[in-house]
């Protein structure tokens, strides 16, 4: 088993930033690609990014390439989703996977694990 607890979430004005960590425990979390999704009211689960096992893989829906970095700290069990230049079509509420096997997927699916959510709220 894995668990996971994201956090960082909040309030914040358009073109401002905002850092998501999602801590992980339980299972070798170096093991795992992990990913982080959100989901919009009256919308269906979107994907944002995905990292691989060891960070060599790394991939983002078109909507926040160049804005959004996805990373991970192995040694600390943390993945951290960077986001900057914010949106108001941002607004949702983010959520951390993590999947059984060390490649990085697009598809929410393929993760095994879930975070509860941290709500993004961004004013324009």
């Known amino acids: 088993q894995v668990q996971l607890g994201e956090s960082g979430g909040g309030l914040v004005q358009a073109g401002g930033s905002l850092r998501l960590s999602c801590a992980a425990s339980?299972?070798?979390?170096?093991?795992?690609?992990m990913g982080w999704f959100r989901q919009a009211p009256g919308k269906e689960r979107e994907f944002v990014a995905t990292?691989?096992?060891?960070?060599?893989?790394?991939y983002y829906v078109n909507s926040v390439k160049g804005r959004f970095t996805i990373s991970r700290d192995n040694a600390k069990n943390t993945v951290y989703l960077q986001m900057n230049s914010l949106k108001p079509e941002d607004t949702a509420v983010y959520y951390c996977?993590?999947?059984?096997?060390?490649?990085?997927?697009?598809?929410?699916?393929?993760?095994?694990?879930w975070g509860q959510g941290t709500q993004v709220t961004v004013s324009s």
């Open positions: 339980g299972r070798t979390f170096s093991s795992n690609a």
């Open positions: 990292i691989s096992r060891s960070g060599g893989s790394i």
């Open positions: 996977a993590a999947r059984k096997y060390y490649s990085s997927s697009y598809y929410a699916h393929d993760y095994d694990y």
